[in-house]
Nanobody
Framework: QVQLVESGGGLVQPGGSLTLSCAAS????????MAWYRQAPGKWRELVAS???????YYADSVKGRFTISRDNAKNTVYLQMNSPTPEDTAVYYC?????????WGQGTQVTVSS
């Protein structure tokens, strides 16, 4: 079993910055995928960024150049640095991990971009 605990959500002004963190615990091995998804009201959950640990990082077009995913394997933690957010980035952000073919989700953290 793997547990994911997110933190760092909240209210941020347009053009500001915010960093989300997700700490994984349990049966974690170094070669696993971690990612961030988000779901806005009335919309499907969408992939924001993923890091499969082999260097092939993916970003959704809507966040490319503004958001950065990074990970600290020693701490089993993945981060999402959000720069220059816009109101369209308002959503519940979910941490995701794929460990030995099994998917795990965090509980979600609300990010609201508003002045």
């Amino acid at each position: 079993q793997v547990q994911l605990v997110e933190s760092g959500g909240g209210l941020v002004q347009p053009g500001g910055s915010l960093t989300l963190s997700c700490a994984a615990s349990g049966n974690i091995y170094s070669a696993y995928t971690m990612a961030w998804y988000r779901q806005a009201p009335g919309k499907w959950r969408e992939l924001v960024a993923s890091d499969p640990s082999d260097g092939s990082i993916y970003y959704a077009d809507s966040v490319k150049g503004r958001f950065t995913i990074s990970r600290d394997n020693a701490k089993n933690t993945v981060y999402l640095q959000m720069n220059s957010p816009t109101p369209e980035d308002t959503a519940v952000y979910y941490c995701f991990a794929l460990v030995q073919g099994v998917s795990y989700w965090g509980q979600g953290t609300q990010v609201t971009v508003s002045s």
